[in-house]
Every structure is written in C-alpha cells, then in structure tokens.
C-alpha cells in the first residue's frame, strides 16, 4: 500500500456550490495508483464538501433554498456574528454537511455514480478562498 498527499486551493465566487470533479480526478489519475480510497477533506468551518448530482442545476437551488429556510442569515437566535450575519449560519450549515468525503477508485479513475460530482459547498455569503486536503491510499 501507498500513501500519496496533495492539497488543492479552490475561489469560491459566492454562496452555493462549485463542481471541483474534474481537479480532484485528474489528480487521482496521474498519482500512479491505481486502485483504493481517496479521502477530500475541507480545511473550513464555514464551508463543506459533498457529493451532489451535477446534472440538473435545479437540485443546487433547491438545496440552496431547503437550507436557507433551515438556517436563515440574521436569525436572532445567534449570539456569534463576527463575521457578519452570515457567519453562524455558515458554521452551522457546515456541521449539517460534510467536512469530508471517502470515494473509492479503480484502475485510476474514481467510482463515483453517472450524475454524481464532487462539490466545495460554499455557505458564507461572498467568496472565499477554500482548501481541499486529498489523500490516497491504494496499490
């Protein structure tokens, strides 16, 4: 077994989600492994990753909009706003998503399903700029 590390850093334009498949499965490609596990692991407490359908933009806006009805910006119910009246929802959009994502590959290529595709979920209001930690391990 082998273990190979790289990080990726990712402009999120706004709120919502940017498709980041194609980087994260080139890379696993040229790694020179061919079979086992990759881990994607968002260094952020304020975004997340996911697997989401990447053909329909509709399902990103009706996750966009189910969200912002579970966790409205400004809720007075948040003490912490120091960021902004984004910045509690942020985190707490992120502790109900994923900070990380386990995606088996094969012969170099990942196993992800026809219209699945690896998203940055960005959930403060404007941009930032986000790192991805990827890890392999396989033969």
Same mark, same amino acid.
């Given at each position: ?16 989600? =940017? ?17 086992? =596990? ?13 697997i ?53 590959f094969?012969?170099?290529? =990942? ?28 033969t």
């Open positions: 077994m082998r273990q190979i590390h790289h990080r990726i850093q990712f402009d999120t334009p706004r709120r919502g989600l =940017l498709e980041i498949t194609r980087p994260v499965a080139a890379w696993v490609a040229s790694s020179g492994l061919r079979d086992g =596990l990759l881990t994607v692991f968002i260094r952020h407490t304020s975004a997340s990753v996911l989401q359908e990447n053909a329909d933009p509709e399902v990103q806006r009706d996750l966009e909009r189910f969200l912002a009805r579970l966790v409205p910006d400004g809720d007075p119910l948040f003490e912490h706003t120091a960021e902004g009246r984004d910045d509690m929802p942020a985190h707490v959009r992120a502790a109900l998503t994923q900070t990380h994502l386990a995606i088996p094969e012969a170099g290529t =990942l196993l992800l399903g026809t219209w699945q595709g690896i998203y940055v979920y960005e959930h403060r209001l404007r941009g930032h700029r986000r790192e991805v930690a990827l890890h392999l391990i396989g």
